[in-house]
Every structure is written in C-alpha cells, then in structure tokens.
C-alpha cells in the first residue's frame, strides 16, 4: 500500500534535544510560560554543529514516521551571548544541512523575533540568540534566498514569530518584503496559542490576535496561523473567507496544557488544516492524527468526527487534508500522487498484524488508529529511497552524533 508522504508544518528542530526534560512541576502553576523557562537554560549550550546533529537526527525520525518535508520555524539564530556569527546565516545554513544529511524536504522558515511581549517589550538576556532588527532579518533573508534557490527540494518563507513578538510595522515592512523578493513565499506565525497571549493583545490592541491579524493584513493561501487554539466562530470565518490555513501541532498543544482547537468547527466551514510536531515530544504521524481527534470526540461526545462528506473514513480525511494542505502552504508541489508532483511516497507493511488481510479502505485508518506507530517499510522522498526496509543508510553515523550532543547538553 503506497500513500503520499505526510508533511510536517511546524517544526523548531532544536526543542527535541530536550524532550523529557520539561515532565515535571516547576511551579504551582506549571504552564507553557514555565516550559519556556526551562527551554531558555537548556538551548544556552547549544553550538551550531550541535543544532546540525540535533536536526539531522529529528528529521531522520521523521522520515521513519512518514514526514517526508518539513517547515523549520527557525529563530535560533545567534550565539549565545546574542552576538551575530561571522555568518549572520549560520545556525540557518546548519539546518539545513541537517536536512540534506536525511534526505527530508524544507521550507526554510527564519523568524524574526524583536520583543518579549505586546507594548514592545524589551526581550530578556535569555531570548538573545532569537533576537534580530528588522533590517538585519531582511539582509538574511536576502542572503539565504541566493544560496537556497540553487537545491533541490528545498523552499524558503519567513515566520514572524507572534504578534506579541514583532510590532506591527515590523510585520508589514517583513511581509511586503519577501513578498516582493519571492512572490509567493510562505509566511508562518504563532497566534491565539494561550490564552494569556488573547487577554494581553486584547490589553494591547483592542482585539483578540486573529481578529486583529485579519482586520489588518490580507491573508491569502500562503499564511499558515500556527495553534491559532483560543478562537471564536468569527475568526473561524474570517480565516477561511481569507483562505489561510491553520497548523495545528496536537501533542505539542496537548503537552503543553494549551487547549484544543475547534477542528470539526473549522473542518465544517471549509477551512484547511495542516499538522506539525512543534517541539517534537512525539514524532509520530499516527499520535498526531489520533490526539487530533480524539480531542474532538472528548468535547463533542461523538466519534468518527473529522470524517466528511467525501471520505467516511476519518484516518483517511485527516491524512489527506494534512498532506494536501501541509505541502501547499509549504510552497512545495507534494502531498497528493498526481502527474506532476513531487514523488515523496510511504510503502506501509501490508503484513503487519494490524494491516493483514483489510480491505484497502480499512488499511489506514488502522495504520493511524490501531498502530503505536504507522508501520512503514519504505520511504521515497523526490523519487529517492531515503528509508528501506526501515533503514537509512547514514543512521549510525546520524544516531552517534546526536547521541554525543545530548551527552553533552545534559551535563
């Protein structure tokens, strides 16, 4: 059985080096903000070879659960003093290299990254290696446009980090930009993630931040709202009238205690999802779509919810719509097996327990919903076998380096 190659549409490489690290109660009111903290202590140590590896080995996985490209939400940009590379694109070009030691494909998302909070607010000691100026990410995306355009399977699009983190000038100075240097690029941001972030744009702007972000920019097909979790029936509309997506990361969402997006909502009106693994807790097709679900089915007392009209099946609706939508807001022509586009292709293992002797229209609602993980045999990805039988043939080399960071980072 061949299916498509899922895309994963939010990622940050890095926080998988510390996945683990972060299970338990740090305070009496343990939430994403203390995550966070302990996130900043951690990514202190971490060298540009060190990103390298981190990445190589996370997309490895990823391409052993079915991720055949991925968008790199990317803002760990500086030295850990905050101080620029000799190569302001380092920690940028080290990714990427990651990426080409697996075999996924990228879109490159460099995020600008200038306040710690609405009002602009001066960011701390420990953001600084995120932290850029407006003319400074323009010169870097400038940059990395010349040396990405050459490779193969490889994008690049831009991520203002949130709305409490950029001012709204700097939003419209970057998006007008890379509009004009790569038409079509997409544009990524984080929005509506807790409700904290709602309650202070609110305080700030006057409006909630999705309502704000449609009221003052025309979205279109390329923007991809990332959580967007704490939204009302109004955003719902005005997202899908302005035909962007909305990237839902459902471990991530979950591990975080951040709260449960209107799926079937959205879904209902026409409104086109993706899924990422953000901080990479679990990087696993299968998790994704089933707590995507599940959360659905635990609010509406229902099952069978993300099904529809076309597709009864509801792994089947969920997987297709992901991939579909993952690669167009992506800006790569994959997701779907059509004349044309990219050959990135899953081989499932038909003799696995779970699969043996379904009928076809049953083998990947089991795959996602009756397998810890989806049993892959192989993985294609531009008409190359990266994963056989498996196996990647640079595994050992790829395991052993991430295995020598993680030793180092955790003394």
Same mark, same amino acid.
């Given at each position: 059985?061949? !299916?498509? *190659?899922?895309?994963?549409?939010? &990622?940050?490489?890095?926080?998988?080096?510390?996945?683990?690290?972060?299970?338990?109660?740090?305070?009496?009111?343990?939430?994403?903000?203390?995550?966070?903290?302990?996130?900043?202590?951690? #990514?202190?140590?971490?060298?540009? @070879?060190?990103?390298?590896?981190?990445?190589?080995?996370?997309?490895?996985?990823?391409?052993?659960?079915?991720?055949?490209?991925?968008?790199?939400?990317?803002?760990?940009?500086?030295?850990?003093?905050?101080?620029?590379?000799?190569?302001?694109? +380092?920690?940028?070009?080290?990714?990427?290299?990651?990426?080409?030691?697996?075999?996924?494909?990228?879109?490159?998302?460099?995020?600008?990254?200038?306040?710690?909070?609405?009002? $602009?607010?001066?960011?701390?000691? @420990?953001?600084?290696?995120?932290?850029?100026?407006?003319?400074?990410?323009?010169?870097?995306? +400038?940059?990395?446009?010349?040396?990405?355009?050459?490779?193969?399977?490889?994008?690049?699009?831009?991520?203002?980090?949130?709305?409490?983190?950029?001012?709204? &000038?700097?939003?419209?100075?970057?998006?007008? =930009? #890379?509009?004009?240097?790569?038409?079509?690029?997409?544009?990524?941001?984080?929005?509506?993630?807790?409700?904290? +972030?709602?309650?202070?744009?609110?305080?700030?702007?006057?409006?909630?931040?999705?309502?704000?972000?449609?009221?003052? =920019?025309?979205?279109?097909?390329?923007?991809?709202?990332?959580?967007?979790?704490?939204?009302?029936?109004?955003?719902?509309?005005?997202?899908?009238?302005?035909?962007?997506?909305?990237?839902?990361?459902?471990?991530?969402?979950?591990?975080?205690?951040?709260?449960?997006?209107?799926?079937?909502?959205?879904?209902?009106?026409?409104?086109?999802?993706?899924?990422?693994?953000?901080?990479?807790?679990?990087?696993?097709?299968?998790?994704?779509?089933?707590?995507?679900?599940?959360?659905?089915?635990?609010?509406?007392?229902?099952?069978?919810?993300?099904?529809?009209?076309?597709?009864?099946?509801?792994?089947?609706?969920?997987?297709?719509? @992901? @991939?579909?939508?993952?690669?167009?807001?992506?800006?790569?022509?994959?997701?779907?097996?059509?004349?044309?586009?990219?050959?990135?292709?899953?081989?499932?293992?038909?003799?696995?327990?779970?699969?043996?002797?379904?009928?076809?229209? =049953?083998?990947?609602?089991?795959?996602? =919903?009756?397998?810890?993980?989806?049993?892959?045999? &192989?993985?294609?990805?531009?008409?190359?076998?990266?994963?056989?039988? *498996? +196996?990647?043939?640079?595994?050992?080399? !790829?395991?052993?380096?991430?295995?020598?960071?993680?030793?180092? $980072?955790?003394?």
């Amino acid at each position: 059985t061949v !299916i498509p *190659g899922m895309v994963n549409c939010h &990622s940050h490489s890095f926080q998988r080096a510390f996945a683990g690290f972060s299970e338990y109660r740090a305070n009496a009111s343990d939430s994403f903000w203390s995550w966070r903290d302990i996130m900043y202590r951690f #990514v202190a140590k971490m060298s540009p @070879a060190d990103a390298r590896h981190v990445a190589s080995y996370l997309y490895l996985e990823m391409l052993k659960a079915g991720y055949t490209s991925v968008a790199e939400f990317h803002y760990l940009h500086h030295q850990a003093d905050g101080k620029q590379y000799n190569d302001p694109a +380092e920690m940028s070009l080290q990714v990427l290299q990651g990426a080409r030691e697996s075999g996924i494909c990228m879109t490159l998302l460099p995020v600008l990254y200038r306040y710690a909070g609405f009002g $602009l607010q001066e960011p701390s000691k @420990a953001q600084g290696r995120f932290i850029h100026s407006t003319d400074k990410f323009c010169t870097l995306i +400038e940059n990395l446009n010349k040396q990405i355009k050459p490779l193969s399977n490889t994008a690049l699009g831009i991520a203002p980090h949130s709305l409490r983190a950029v001012s709204d &000038s700097q939003l419209k100075q970057v998006t007008n =930009f #890379v509009r004009q240097l790569i038409p079509n690029a997409p544009i990524h941001i984080h929005i509506s993630e807790q409700k904290k +972030e709602v309650a202070d744009c609110l305080d700030f702007y006057g409006k909630r931040p999705v309502e704000w972000l449609l009221d003052n =920019f025309d979205l279109d097909e390329a923007w991809c709202l990332i959580h967007a979790t704490h939204i009302n029936d109004e955003e719902i509309t005005g997202i899908v009238k302005q035909k962007a997506s909305v990237g839902i990361c459902p471990t991530t969402e979950a591990n975080l205690g951040d709260g449960i997006f209107p799926t079937q909502a959205f879904m209902q009106q026409a409104g086109r999802i993706a899924i990422g693994s953000d901080s990479h807790i679990a990087v696993n097709v299968a998790d994704e779509i089933r707590t995507l679900e599940y959360a659905q089915r635990l609010t509406t007392y229902q099952r069978a919810v993300l099904s529809s009209s076309e597709c009864s099946h509801v792994g089947q609706n969920i997987y297709y719509q @992901a @991939a579909k939508n993952g690669a167009e807001i992506l800006g790569q022509k994959t997701g779907q097996i059509v004349e044309g586009y990219r050959a990135d292709l899953i081989v499932l293992d038909d003799n696995h327990p779970t699969l043996y002797a379904k009928e076809d229209q =049953f083998k990947l609602d089991a795959a996602i =919903f009756a397998c810890d993980q989806m049993p892959i045999k &192989s993985v294609m990805v531009g008409g190359e076998w990266k994963i056989l039988e *498996g +196996e990647h043939e640079s595994e050992e080399e !790829i395991t052993n380096n991430y295995l020598s960071v993680i030793k180092k $980072l955790s003394t």
